[in-house]
């Protein structure tokens, strides 16, 4: 059987889940009465409570013959790294573009790896039926892209074709019978080179790891491409590190390879094929995968380096260990070091005292779902602000810098230029994106950027959309100004009282509702003034034997502000930690006890 191996490329939240579920169904994969989920791709619970994708994942149909490898990939540029290894399996993109908003900065990202690749794009303006659609100008948006990217002549020379993902159609012309996705397929066969590997069956079993996943009965399963001979169950196999060092030898204890959203056992596959190997133990992404006589490993795609880093450390508040399992640094370290061997966008450094751990990513969101699996498994921890990496550079400090591209009503144009320029934001482009909305591109430092999405919100009355990708170093900025408002802290350890929380709400908004535990040091509200404060959650209403005719006043309290994960982490000072649990997610003071806090920052002042 013919095989093509592709990759299905977009931004957030352009269709390329939904556009898989229907190549899954008109392909004959699903049984006419089989009950299937939506956005079946998304497995992981995450994914779905979030409707994005956060893994790259492949899938299978078979059309006229040939057996189509599809591989789903994230559209959120802090997940890049899963896009940018899966690249190498492929020999082709269908670039997924939305008929209104055009090309975004994870477009233009996934883009420019896949044409220095050499790959051959398909360009899908998806979303046809949109009442906003535009699908003329996208087009001319999408050429324009591919030029700026150095496309050659072969790859600026893309078919087209107009969709909806969610109707379950494609066109050649935007005039034709909106049927079914039989155009894609065809121009898939068509277009789509046959896999560039070694067929001939005599060469030595070749395969580039390219993704990590565990299993508790077959344990380290890697996922990749055949790139010569073939593997067969039980054959004795090595890994190479990229330099060429031997890892381990071991055999294939198990060869599953992927037919439709299932993965199946198999004795033997070829050349070209995209399967999943388990029976080596130490062998990880990027290392070589081969027969005994093979010297040299294969090359793998450099990923790019990680720009955001947080600090993990053990919870040591009051109520550690009170709700979580999973307490000690050990064990924190272990699991941090397994989630690096799967995910090559982070990087993990220990850090004096083995108590915490640096933790360096691609941005806020994706060390944010890190924390939210983590807790999940019943993990404590306490993480920190997220900073940015600095480079230097010949003498001069260099800082990431973001392209921020940004769709807002026309209105709030003003409020979000000003406020992203206090951040030391460039405006580097101003256009009408239709609609009454405009789109702004700037150019900010990325820790301009930290806790910046929920105030964007704010201001835009939660219709604007911002989108962020890594830009390049640049010359640091300048000091940037941080959180206006100071915190309410606990000066005492107990459980909250409504009557107390009431009198506080004059100090400004509450984080907790009564009945809650607190500690010393534990950030219960934000003051309205720009100092913090020291207030007692715990004081009741003092009680007398005299009785009176008049009623007590009944309390009635605002709601308390509550916040998730990634609201927390962006609110948070430098002095600040997140206390992250299974059942909370607390504020509190690095310094727990007020006269450590006034010690540290005399010793920081003169500093």
Request: glycine share 8%; with cysteine; aromatic share 4%.
């Amino acid at each position: 059987m013919q095989i093509r191996n592709i990759a299905i490329i977009a931004h957030v939240d352009h269709g390329k889940t939904t556009l898989v579920d229907q190549l899954l169904k008109q392909s004959g994969t699903f049984r006419a009465n089989q009950l299937v989920a939506e956005r079946v791709m998304d497995s992981n619970d995450l994914e779905k409570e979030r409707g994005i994708t956060i893994l790259a994942k492949p899938t299978s149909v078979v059309w006229k013959d040939t057996r189509i490898n599809i591989v789903d990939t994230p559209g959120h540029a802090d997940f890049g790294g899963e896009v940018e290894r899966i690249l190498s399996m492929v020999d082709g993109v269908v670039v997924l573009v939305d008929s209104a908003e055009g090309p975004l900065p994870q477009t233009k990202f996934v883009t420019g790896k896949a044409l220095r690749l050499g790959l051959r794009p398909i360009v899908l303006i998806n979303k046809i039926d949109r009442s906003d659609a535009r699908p003329d100008e996208v087009l001319n948006e999408v050429f324009d892209l591919f030029a700026a990217l150095d496309a050659n002549e072969e790859q600026l020379d893309f078919p087209i074709l107009y969709a909806s993902g969610k109707q379950g159609w494609a066109v050649t012309d935007i005039n034709d019978p909106r049927e079914t996705l039989a155009p894609l397929f065809d121009l898939i066969l068509d277009h789509v080179p046959q896999p560039s590997v070694i067929n001939d069956t005599d060469q030595p079993f070749t395969m580039l790891a390219t993704t990590l996943e565990s299993d508790p009965f077959l344990g380290r399963i890697l996922t990749g491409r055949i790139q010569s001979g073939i593997a067969r169950q039980n054959a004795p196999v090595k890994s190479l590190r990229a330099g060429g060092e031997l890892l381990e030898q071991g055999r294939l204890s198990k060869l599953l390879a992927f037919r439709g959203i299932e993965r199946v056992p198999v004795e033997e596959a070829s050349a070209g094929d995209i399967v999943a190997i388990a029976g080596l133990t130490t062998a990880t992404v990027a290392d070589t995968i081969c027969a005994l006589d093979v010297a040299e490993p294969l090359k793998a795609q450099p990923i790019d380096p990680p720009t955001l880093a947080m600090t993990f450390s053990i919870n040591d508040s009051p109520l550690a260990g009170t709700e979580g399992s999973k307490v000690q640094s050990r064990v924190i370290r272990d699991r941090l070091m397994r989630e690096a061997e799967g995910n090559v966008a982070l990087k993990i450094t220990d850090t004096p005292g083995g108590d915490s751990f640096e933790v360096a990513g691609r941005g806020e969101l994706q060390l944010g779902i890190l924390i939210e699996q983590m807790r999940r498994e019943g993990f404590e921890l306490s993480i920190s602000r997220p900073r940015v990496l600095f480079k230097e550079e010949g003498g001069q400090r260099l800082e990431p810098i973001e392209e921020v591209v940004i769709d807002v009503d026309d209105e709030f144009t003003g409020v979000v230029v000003e406020k992203i320029s206090i951040r030391k934001g460039e405006l580097k482009e101003m256009r009408p994106s239709g609609g009454g909305k405009t789109r702004l591109v700037f150019h900010c430092p990325s820790r301009g950027l930290i806790g910046y999405h929920g105030e964007f919100l704010t201001d835009t009355r939660g219709t604007g959309l911002m989108n962020r990708l890594f830009h390049a170093y640049s010359p640091y900025k300048g000091q940037i100004p941080g959180r206006r408002n100071g915190v309410l802290i606990s000066n005492a350890a107990g459980e909250s009282v409504a009557y107390a929380l009431w009198n506080l709400e004059d100090r400004g908004p509450m984080f907790i509702d009564p009945g809650v535990k607190v500690y010393e040091g534990m950030i219960i509200g934000e003051h309205t003034r720009d100092n913090d404060l020291e207030v007692n959650p715990l004081k009741g209403k003092q009680l007398t034997n005299i009785r009176t005719t008049s009623k007590d006043e009944a309390i009635r309290l605002t709601p308390p502000r509550k916040m998730s994960l990634e609201q927390a982490i962006a609110y948070l000072g430098d002095d600040e930690l997140v206390e992250v649990t299974p059942k909370s997610i607390r504020l509190r003071k690095r310094y727990l006890d007020s006269n450590e806090r006034k010690r540290m920052s005399r010793a920081a002042e003169s500093a």
